[in-house]
């Protein structure tokens, strides 16, 4: 699990360190006792792995952003410009890259409910 997350991670532009392998395995314990708590189960299904792999992943880029240790993601917007024959669409440079930032970690983290809610187990 902790190789699949640091290549998410790496796939994301985060360049990891040494010390990075600490917080990782704190998140793992800390995402997968959510994940069963939430879902009253005892085991993780292989079908929320990647699941889980995500949420690490954004609650290790927030908790980094938080404390200025993340300087190694550049978030710029790649396109500016499409012409395609007469049609053309230009996105908008203004583009707050912390907002960008913020809402691609918080889709990380929190954007799959519907994954769990799928295997959540009622408890009577």
């Known amino acids: 699990m902790l190789e699949t997350i640091k290549l998410r991670l790496q796939s994301l532009g985060y360049e990891i360190i040494e010390n990075d392998d600490f917080t990782l395995n704190f998140l793992i314990k ?4 959510h994940i069963k708590h939430f879902c009253n189960i005892d085991t993780i ?45 230009e996105f908008s440079s203004t583009v707050d890259a912390e907002a960008l930032f913020n809402t691609y970690v918080d889709k990380l983290i929190n954007g799959h409910n519907l994954d769990l809610i799928r295997h959540r187990k009622l408890v009577w």
């Open 30 to 33: 800390k995402v997968e006792q």
């Open 45 to 89: 299904p292989d079908c929320l792995e990647s699941v889980m792999v995500d949420m690490v992943c954004g609650e290790f880029l927030q908790g980094k952003k938080t404390f200025g240790q993340l300087t190694s993601i550049q978030i710029e917007p790649i396109i500016k410009k499409i012409q395609d024959g007469n049609t053309t669409t």
